[in-house]
């Protein structure tokens, strides 16, 4: 177990699933109406005024996007109440726009934190991804390894045969020669239209029977989830992909300089962090907010590192 850390006590565990469920309360009064951005503001807006009553001296170094482009959360922006422990902060208020504008699976407001130089900076390009729950010896996936390499790898470790893992996959015509090869192997291929961050850490709940993630999502979301699998002690390796000089321009002025890294977990996430979660939708991670007469009910998660604590957290919210 890693030491823990006076910096992230001092900002309160708990405190963050007020976060999320703010957003997530927001974003859900909008679920199912066809609007991605309105969702999308209404989670911003709440998870922002939720952040800056916090005692943290807050950065946002995952968030909405360039300043230029994001009014709010924008990468950068201070939050918190400008003073107490130095935190660095990777937020989705709505992961999952699409999901939650026609109220399918998994949509959640999330975010990260960790001490400050903690998470990697990642422009807001694709990650090539793989991920799987803990138990497996370390190092047992590899983005330069075959997904066929990695399924026998995985089913090996889990006394099985390769026809018993599955395998979950961003539904995406950039995955169709990988997803034949997962068939051709013999595994299951669960394909989900969005949100790769609930699905990575489906590979930690042996309720989803997901064993693997594999392929290409966002950058923000490949950190947001491996700071979850830090907490679960699953495996994750992340590789940015950049299709062009003007996201390899970007890549720069956020200071990573090697272009083709695999980086695993503790690279992406590093020292103690915490994550949490509330769902918008429900999904096999959380269920999502409910609204009944007088009240208001919410699902969240909240994990830590160093402890490896994971604590489920049910609201009840009086109108
Ligand atoms: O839709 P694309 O371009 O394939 O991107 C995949 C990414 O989009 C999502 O499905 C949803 O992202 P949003 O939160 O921006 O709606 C992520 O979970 C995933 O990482
Ligand atoms: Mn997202």
New binding site residues.
């Given amino acids: 177990m890693q030491p823990v850390s006076n910096t992230l006590d001092r900002v309160l565990v708990l405190e963050m699933v007020r976060v999320t469920e703010a957003a997530a309360i927001a974003a859900s009064t909008l679920v199912g109406r066809g609007d991605?951005k309105a969702a999308d503001a209404a989670a911003v807006e709440a998870m922002r005024a939720a952040l800056n009553e916090l005692y943290m001296d807050g950065t946002v170094v995952i968030g909405e996007g360039e300043r230029d482009e994001a009014p709010m959360l924008f990468i950068g922006e201070k939050v918190g109440l400008g003073k107490g422990p130095e935190i660095d902060i990777a937020l989705?208020p709505?992961?999952?726009?699409?999901?939650c504008a026609t109220a399918g699976p998994n949509s959640l407001a999330v975010l990260a934190i960790a001490e400050k130089g903690g998470l990697l900076n990642a422009p807001d390009v694709?990650m090539d991804k793989i991920a799987c729950g803990p138990g497996y010896p370390a190092g047992i996936i590899d983005l330069d390894k075959s997904p066929t390499e990695n399924v026998k790898a995985v089913a090996k470790a889990k006394g099985v045969d390769p026809h018993d893992i599955i395998v979950c996959v961003?539904n995406?015509p950039r995955h169709e020669a990988m997803i034949a090869e997962l068939r051709a192997v013999g595994c299951g291929v669960m394909l989900i239209g969005?949100?790769?961050?609930a699905g990575v850490i489906a590979t930690s709940d042996p309720d989803t029977t997901i064993d693997l993630y594999m392929g290409?999502?966002?950058a923000p979301?490949g950190v947001l989830a491996a700071a979850a699998l830090r907490c679960t002690g699953g495996q994750f390796k992340g590789r940015l992909v950049f299709r062009n000089d003007d996201e390899r321009a970007r890549a720069a002025k956020w200071g990573v300089t090697d272009l083709d890294k695999q980086y695993d977990l503790t690279e992406l996430a590093r020292g103690d962090c915490i994550f949490a979660a509330t769902g918008v939708t429900d999904g096999s991670l959380l269920a999502g907010v409910k609204r009944m007469p007088g009240k208001m009910t919410t699902e969240s998660v909240v994990m830590r590192a160093s402890s490896g604590t994971v604590r489920w957290v049910k609201g009840e919210h009086r109108l």
Avoid: A, F, N
Avoid at 94 to 99: Q, R, Y
């Fill in positions: 991605e989705d709505l992961e999952g726009t699409t999901i694709y961003l995406r969005d949100g790769d961050v290409q999502g966002g979301e």
